[in-house]
């Protein structure tokens, strides 16, 4: 029973580290949480605790969403939904957690006992492979996923640079095996046998594992600059439809342009859903404009990112949006239930997966908003030939927490592709990060700014971009191999 009640007490304390870690961006603590977790995991439900109260602590920003009465949310109800859909993220990370570790004890059963460090090892790479390709696989999905990968960043760049060749997975993968390291030098401090050796190895791999990113990192080609305006509109969520603001917007829109004109930009870049449905008084742009927006299409609405060139009334290309918030911008047809979900626009539809565009200036990668999670397809975009990467968001009225975790992700999204990212946010981040994961320029957030800066652009293919997570696939099936054949 005591056994029971210390391992569920460190599925409480590492969960909660691994929460800080990805709310604060302290990734030692999440490497003190995973240890903490390969421990507690023996039992399925406190795997389960573990998770859950990760994700609690991590997205707790979901409760920012409260009031809804923005979008027309009775207030009675605003305050219960907001709860609902942040305990339904922590018992799907929950669930996930203990299906995890039901897969752990299957694989160590107790009546196997392999004494040799080896074949421990062994084990350990499969189930780290495991949780690394389902995050992957979870990042593709509708949910924004915040996974163990970018925790990493923005301590620890040299380390992440090994995402150029095994991308996210592949560093969610590292860290469960490092969480794994530590584990076993406490069990092996405690039995007084092979502490040396396990110090060693673990120092000596950290050692060569950080060398390589570095090596990895220097590699950050530039074929030409772009002189790039961004501009952070500041315009909280909660004001944007209200009619003071929609009547200001056109002034606001033209003297932004203008000023990026004076600035010699080549083009001025606005945040996801800046210009409203109908643009009447939105005209006659000086320089090219990229800037969110909202268009129709077969009768559907739809949340894109659309390009303007100067004396063009309306937009000449467009990049939809494919990855629809579920509640907030999209719901399934249920009777009786809402049909244009939480959005203050109404339902959306999705458009084509694919985040490639090809337009008059530098071809890129877009991403709306949390479209940035999804590193495989902004990868296939640049295998079509994207030179840099877009991203436009709207983060509020959430904190600077989920900004922080933005902001990581979007360096994870750099590094693996090798590739200058812009993001441009309502109230942030809105930011420059190099090809190798570098802040270069980050805005302060919640104020209205215009800046210019210097956007390198490149061809450069990594090996991520080329093979995805082929090698991390490959590195969990020879590990299935071993364990198979130890079994037997």
Known sequence: MNNTYSLFFKAFVGGGLAGISLAEGNY????????????????????FCWGAIAILWSHRWLLALHPLSWVGINSNLSL????FIWFFCGAFGGGLVFIWSVLRSFLISGRLQFPKLENKIIYAVLLSTIWGLTEEILSRGPLFWIGIGPSLLPEDRYLAGLARWIGSGGLASIQLLIGWWIWQLSVAFEARKKLKKIIALGISTLFLAHLLGFILLLDSPSNNVEKVAMWQTN?????????????????????ALNEASEMKASFLIAPEGTLPLQRSKIRDFPIKFLSGGFRKINGSQRSSLLVFHPGEETFSEVLDKSRLVPLGEWIPSLPGFLK?????????????????????????AGAICYELSNGKAIAK????????????????PYPISLQKQFLSIAQLRSIETSKNLISVSNTGPTSLIRSNGEIDTLLPSNKEIITLVDLELNSKKTIYTVLADFPIFLVALISLIGVLRLRN
């Open 28 to 47: 030692i603590f999440m490497l003190l949480g995973i240890s903490l977790l390969w421990s507690a995991s023996r039992n399925p439900w406190a795997g």
């Open 80 to 83: 219960p939904i907001t709860i």
């Open 235 to 255: 315009i909280p969520i909660r004001q944007k439809f209200s009619q003071e603001e929609i009547n200001a917007l056109p002034s606001k829109v033209n003297r």
């Open 340 to 364: 244009n979900g939480l959005s203050a626009v109404g339902g959306l539809e999705s458009g084509t997966p694919s985040r490639f565009l090809d337009w008059e200036g530098p071809s890129f």
């Open 381 to 396: 975009a640049v295998n079509q030939g994207a030179k840099w990467i877009l991203v436009i968001a709207n983060l509020d």
